[in-house]
């Protein structure tokens, strides 16, 4: 999923160095990090179930 960080206070790796994200600051996870609650929005989920029945469909 696409997460885009709304509130301060999300800590993350940006080139390598452990940094406050920005707000604003865009990024993609499997899940939302506990800490991150609140604090960011979802912009793209994607269904880990429709991306393995894709790859059935083309075998």
Do not use: N, W, Y
């Not at 301060?8 to 940006?14: E, K």
């Amino acid at each position: 999923m696409k997460l885009r960080v709304t509130k301060r206070g999300c800590f993350g790796r940006i080139d390598g160095a452990v940094t406050e994200l920005p707000i604003g600051h865009e990024f993609h996870a499997t899940d939302i990090p506990t800490a991150f609650i609140g604090r960011v929005i979802v912009l793209e989920q994607q269904s880990v179930e429709v991306e393995a029945d894709k790859k059935k469909k083309g075998k």
